[in-house]
């Protein structure tokens, strides 16, 4: 296959299907979105067949237990994605919104509409799911996507991909609006990333490496996250309670995702009460325990924690845990050593939950709840095509609204400029 000629040529069809996708009315993507969803719950019995020869593979090749963990689909996940897309059709269709109106002296009326990004290039490892939600947020949002999907998901990719594309085609949409790379070499990524020509936009969904890469080399604009350094403060004014089954969820309930809490801040004050309740479940569910002196004090089991430790993303069962003066101290830590992902404090004092939303500089700021919740699905967007670090047009999990721009609209009835 000559690469750069099967790239060029998806990028022509993926700019000629945007401006199809642009001017498509909400009945009509909502009718693709159903459809799709229909189809992946038909073939469901497909989907599962095809992520099992990946799986097989996968493990043939080593791959690690957090590659493994986002690579399997289950009945459930399946399930999932399918009610996802119809959530996306009950949401709202934000494209030819109008607002902002406002009349200038001249007698012309100013505002803005919102409209597609158009052609959206979307590189991703492992998480087939991710083939599905992203296919639908940007179907919805008006949006044409290439899908680069990662070689270890590459069947079950493709078998998604032939549900888009009837979906599409129920609709009376361009099969075309949604491609996937047909070729698992490397070498169309770095096609993608550079053809600015026919892509307006790139969101890398994967590992440290490979989104630095695509920082590195991309001439199309970026949305990105690089890590998923997470934190759980726990104040001295928090609830006992609420305090270790946050701990415990934050960490424990899957260790790959990146909104996974990769260090637990405890105030002295309560720490000595608080911690061994919490140690204890992580001792039962397996996690490796590392802390500061004054965590090694308290849980003579803990190990050892270096600075390393406090910018690490573990994505397995290994938590950081440091004990801290006061919430100045653990803002300053989440500020310092955090990625700007999802940080949590857990109190009852009002003012401090306050001062914490304000000065905790994340894309996600919680309070008493879950790190875990800091996703598309979970925030009502239906999906998410990726969750953004960034402070420039997006930030956080990036669902419709972040798939669009504003443009500035006026309308005038003859006037001229004097």
Known sequence: MDIQQYMQDVGRAARAASRLMAKANTGAKNAALNAIADAIERDAALLLA????DMDQAQADGLDA???????????????????LREMV?????IGNMG???????????????????????????????????????????????????????????????????GLSAAGLPASAVQIIETPDRAAVGELITMNEFVDVIIPRGGKGLIERISRDARVPVIKHLDGICHVYIDNEADPVKAVRIAD?????????????????VNAAIAATILPQIAAIYREKGVEMRGCLATQ??????????????????????????????????????????????????????????????????ASVMINASTRFADGFEYGLGAEIGISTDKIHARGPVGLE??????????GDGEIRV
């Open 50 to 53: 095809a992520n099992q020869q």
């Open 66 to 84: 957090a590659m493994l963990d986002r690579l399997q689909l289950t009945p459930k996940t399946i399930a999932t994605m399918a009610q996802g």
């Open 90 to 94: 009950a949401l709202p269709d934000p």
């Open 100 to 166: 902002d109106f406002k009349y200038r002296p001249s007698g012309i009326q100013v505002g803005k509409m919102r409209v597609p990004l158009g052609v959206i290039g979307i590189i991703y490892e492992a998480r087939p799911n991710v083939t599905a939600d992203a296919a639908g947020l940007c179907i919805k949002s008006g949006n044409a996507t290439i899908l680069r999907g990662g070689r270890e998901a590459f069947n079950c990719n493709q078998a998604i991909a032939a549900c888009v594309k009837e």
């Open 249 to 265: 969820n934050a960490k424990t309930h899957r260790y790959a995702p990146c909104n996974t809490m990769e260090t637990l801040l």
């Open 297 to 362: 004090a308290i849980l003579p089991d803990a190990l050892a924690a270096t600075e390393a430790d406090w910018r690490t993303e573990y994505l397995a069962p290994i938590i950081a845990i440091r004990i801290v003066d006061d919430l100045d101290q653990a803002m300053d830590h989440i500020n310092t050593y955090g990625s700007h992902h999802t940080d949590a404090i857990v109190t009852e004092n009002y003012t401090k939950s306050r001062q914490f939303l304000r000065e905790v500089d994340s």
């Open 402 to 411: 972040g798939l669009t721009s504003e443009k500035w609209i006026v309308f």
